[in-house]
């Protein structure tokens, strides 16, 4: 859950970004305990390019600066590789088809491409 208000909509999707990578930290932990190494970046798919422009520091630090400082230890996972930061278009992304109004027709197929199925 957020614990700040963003002041845009940039700065919330860099803020669920954080918690996104924090779970990625923990699975990546919880593997690694049993004995699964990860060798890769993990890739995340953003909507959010001015979000994704935070993470990278490209040009906004004077911009997100007054963003508390427990957010940015994304930029820290994406310099060290630890986490892939990838544009995907907003009709794209699997996971934002539950928040938005959509076609039936739109709404069953992005039900089959997350693999949900009605047993």
């Keep these: 859950m957020q614990q700040s208000v963003a002041l845009s909509t940039a700065e919330a999707e860099y803020m669920a970004l954080s918690l996104c990578v924090q779970e990625v930290l923990w699975?990546?932990?919880?593997l690694k305990e049993m004995q699964v190494q990860i060798n890769y970046a993990v890739k995340i798919?953003?909507?959010n390019q001015s979000a994704i422009a935070i993470a990278k520091n490209d040009g906004y630090q004077s911009r997100a600066k007054h963003i508390d400082?427990?957010?940015?230890?994304?930029?820290?996972?994406v310099k060290d590789k630890?986490?892939?930061l990838q544009?995907?278009?907003?009709k794209?992304?699997?996971a934002d088809f539950l928040t938005k109004s959509i076609s039936t027709k739109k709404f069953e197929s992005?039900?089959?491409?997350?693999?949900i199925r009605d047993f």
């Design 110 to 115: 992005l039900l089959d491409k997350a693999r």
């Design 92 to 94: 794209s992304q699997l």
């Design 69 to 77: 400082i427990r957010y940015h230890f994304v930029r820290e996972q």
């Design 87 to 90: 544009y995907t278009e907003t």
């Design 45 to 47: 798919h953003e909507d």
């Design 27 to 30: 699975t990546r932990s919880l």
């Design 82 to 84: 630890i986490i892939d």
